[in-house]
Every structure is written in C-alpha cells, then in structure tokens.
T-cell receptor
C-alpha cells in the first residue's frame, strides 16, 4: 500500500484559495489518488479523484504532476463551512486506507 | 443524506451487554464496510463485505462480529466490549468491490457513537 504524507493542520481566512499537498512517493502505476472530507461526528465524504494532470469538479481541483509522487487539492475561496479534515488516499485494488488527514480551519 | 443510514445514532452499554449496530444502504451498492474511528486516530477499516465475500482486518477482536444478510443490510454485533472500544462506528457502501477495481468512492453513514462503561 502506498503511504501518504500530508500536513497535520492548516489555517486559512475566508475567501482565500487553499492548497493541501500530499506526497505519495511509492505510488503504483495502477493507483488513483482520492480525496475525502470529514466534518466532526460525521462520516467522510468523497471529494475528488484523479490519475494524472488536472481534475476539476464543482467542489475542488486536483493537480497531479507527471511523476505522480505528490498531489495538491485546491479549494477555491473557502468559507467557514469548509472547516474539516481532508484525507488524501492512494487507491488501487485494495480497500481504502485512511491516514490522519489535514485539519483545515477557516477563520473569519 | 448519503443514502446510508445507521441505527442507533448513540449507544451506551456496559461491558457485559450484547448489542447490535445496524446499517442500511439505499443506493444499490454491492459492497459494504464497517470502520472504527477513535478520538484523534485515523479511521480503521474493520470489515468489508463484497458480493457475499468478507474481508476483515485481522487485528479486529472477536468481540466484534459482522453480519451481512443481503447487499443492503449490514450489522455489527457487539459482546463483552471494553471501554477502549468506545468510538464512532461508521458504515459505508460502494458500487464495486475494493478487491476488483472498485470501491474507491464510498458513501458513509452518519455513524453510531458508542460508549462502553
């Protein structure tokens, strides 16, 4: 299983763009990169997934460089409601393994 | 609403009690999961059911016993638990087995907050 490393916590002001970078140096050829969001006392929620280059949806963008050893989740113009824990996972033909995630605190 | 429901939402039990947690998914998925989330710890995958095949984390104590009677329902039977088993227990489902190229997009229920006295 590919191990992921991401910052433990980040702070941001409302309205700013937030970028959370995750490293996954031993990602396998068939692995995808998946991000989840979790609010307190709730289950995680799927945000976005990608394999290479850039993926964008209505919530976030995911940037993956050519070597795929890292990825960056970009949240445009965050609001207080984006305060949550964000998990980066590398996924192949095995069940998902969640790490400790990044605790994002958005400040007014 | 994620299409995955869990009951009860809160449960307090003594160490000698027997209780069960219930999960139901209304998404037509064919894989279901139990996770444990203790305070300040990562989510721990306990069990996976996919197409009637069970995959489990070998570190899960036998006092936790899962049951999956069909693809829509999942139970976690609890007996003689310990105080350290107090945690948020989350159920999830996905379309596709994590062992066969699927299962990456999981839909989680709201969880059951379990307290063992």
């Amino acid at each position: 299983l590919a191990k992921t490393t991401q910052p433990i916590s980040m702070d941001s002001y409302e309205g700013q763009e937030v970028n959370i970078t995750c490293s996954h140096n031993n990602i396998a050829t068939n692995d995808y990169i998946t991000w989840y969001q979790q609010f307190p006392s709730q289950g995680p929620r799927f945000i976005i997934q990608g394999y290479k280059t850039k993926v964008t949806n209505e919530v976030a963008s995911l940037f993956i460089p050519a070597d795929r050893k890292s990825s960056t989740l970009s949240l445009p113009r965050v609001s207080l409601s984006d305060t949550a824990v964000y998990y980066c996972l590398v996924w192949g033909n095995t069940p998902l393994v969640f790490g400790k995630g990044t605790r994002l605190s958005v400040i007014a | 609403e994620t299409g995955v429901t869990q009951t009860p939402r809160h449960l307090v039990m003594g160490m000698t009690n027997k209780k069960s947690l219930k999960c139901e998914q209304h998404l037509g998925h064919n894989a279901m999961y139990w996770y444990k989330q203790s305070a300040k710890k990562p989510l721990e995958l306990m069990f996976v059911y996919s197409l009637e095949e069970r995959v489990e984390n070998n570190s899960v104590p036998s006092r936790f016993s899962p049951e999956c009677p069909n693809s829509s329902h999942l139970f976690l039977h609890l007996h003689t638990l310990q105080p350290e088993d107090s945690a948020l227990y989350l159920c999830a489902s996905s379309q596709g087995s994590p062992l066969a190229g699927g299962g990456n997009e999981q839909f989680f229920g709201p969880g059951t907050r379990l307290t063992v006295l």
